[in-house]
């Protein structure tokens, strides 16, 4: 926000949807234990999705696997926390090639494009 990054409309929000995968992930990866304060987190995050309008219960339920946080959710926490990791590689990559052809954020005005070679000259 503070180098107006947000103009880039499809830099932004490449970049706000791989934080929001990255953090997933790393919350799924914290409840794995399945201890006290793993479950408790668990509890606490997923009933923030509730909030949402229409769907919040719906997809609480669908992320516990039930009406409740028991052997389903654990599963479907562990197969989230192997499987979005790939998708953070591929959203990494899609990431630096938009921020490659559209340039990122220019704070101090200055003409960058005079030195520019290609991201990968040899492939195409």
Do not use: C
Not at 13 to 32: C, D, E, N, Q
Not at 55 to 72: C, H, Q, V
Not at 84 to 95: G, K, N, T
Not at 110 to 120: A, E, G, L, R, V
């Amino acid at each position: 926000l503070y180098y107006r990054s947000y103009l880039n409309k499809t830099v932004w929000l490449s970049g706000t949807l791989l934080l929001t995968i990255l953090m997933a992930t790393a919350f799924f990866g914290y409840v794995l234990p399945w201890g006290q304060i793993s479950f408790w987190a668990a509890t606490v995050i997923t009933n923030l999705l509730t909030a949402v309008p229409y769907i919040g219960t719906t997809l609480t339920t669908w992320l516990w696997g039930g009406f409740s946080i028991n052997d389903p959710t654990l599963t479907r926490f562990f197969a989230l926390h192997f499987i979005l990791p790939f998708a953070i590689i591929s959203l990494s990559s899609i990431h630096i090639m938009l921020l490659h052809s559209e340039g990122s954020s220019n704070p101090l005005g200055t003409n960058s494009y005079i030195d520019k070679i290609p991201f990968h000259p040899y492939h195409s």
